[in-house]
């Protein structure tokens, strides 16, 4: 609990309302056709932050796999804990893209998700490849678990490259369309449809990645938002699953810009 750096304003299950306004309305528009310039125009972006945790927790996932000792039951149970807890992310992940964000796309610019749909159903095949290889190596004989540990490894190398590439491909590809065909507002808005979707409990394990994940900035303004808008618990919850992913300096750095607004 860390009530010092509470500020609870009122309760919303949309607790991170991409609307925090003023700044962000300023760049409200309405738009005709545009070629996109991801430097320069700034548009709301409804992928930024969240792939970021994602990167994080896959590359994370890949290094410790590749680390991990198989005659170590420690490391096994930890590397097994680790990748049910990507699939876990990913697939929410997944869902909350193909329920809230393809759906917006297709009805302004049909087949622009085609390559995406078509990445998912692999993505989907990936978690069953993991799921299957962490309940091999659990299985797996003394004899047998340097081998099938390799075999993990490979494969979340694989998910890896092929998440890489299509994270890249959504962040330049589905903002052009975004950007093309809605405002900012509207796009504020499928961003508060998905994260009311999301069931509080599960929101402490998604920001233990995205916030550590961010520059100092953007990690206090997303921490700001979530003490101004989500119960005291849920922050309190949240900020105490982040703090042991963030170095000492990143999480005085955090503590104290709360405690001073
Ligand atoms: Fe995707």
């Not at 299985?139 to 678990?145: C, E, G, L, V, Y």
């Not at 962040?171 to 509207?186: I, S």
């Not at 303004?221 to 963030?246: I, N, T």
């Amino acid at each position: 609990m860390i009530p010092s750096l509470r500020q609870h304003k009122r309760m919303d299950s949309a607790f991170i309302p991409a609307a925090t306004a003023s700044a962000d309305a300023a760049v409200s528009r309405s738009h005709g056709p545009r070629k996109p310039n991801l430097r320069s125009v700034p548009r709301h972006d409804l992928y930024g932050k969240v792939h970021a945790g994602l990167r994080a927790c896959m590359c994370e996932a890949l290094t410790a796999a590749a680390r991990m000792d198989p005659d170590d039951p420690a490391d096994i149970a930890g590397i097994v804990m680790r990748m049910h807890e990507l699939v876990a992310l990913f697939s929410s992940h997944l869902a909350n893209e193909d329920a809230f964000v393809h759906p917006a796309m297709e009805a302004r610019r049909p087949g622009s998700t085609a390559r995406a749909a078509h990445d998912h159903a692999e993505h989907v095949a990936g978690f069953a490849v993991l799921t299957r290889d962490v309940d091999a190596l659990r299985r797996a004989s003394a004899h047998a678990r340097a081998d099938v540990a390799a075999t993990l490894c490979r494969d979340v190398a694989a998910f890896v490259a092929a998440n890489l590439v299509h994270m890249a491909a959504e962040e330049h590809d589905h903002n052009a369309v975004l950007w093309d065909t809605h405002t900012d507002d509207e796009l504020r808005a499928i961003e508060v449809s998905i994260v009311a979707s999301i069931p509080p409990s599960k929101v402490p394990a998604h920001l233990r990645w995205m916030v550590p994940a961010l520059p100092p900035q953007e990690r206090l303004a997303m921490m700001r938002k979530l003490r101004a808008f989500a119960p005291p618990a849920l922050f309190d919850a949240s900020l105490a699953a982040v703090e042991p992913h963030l170095r000492d300096r990143e999480w005085m750095k955090l503590v104290e810009a709360l405690s001073a607004a």
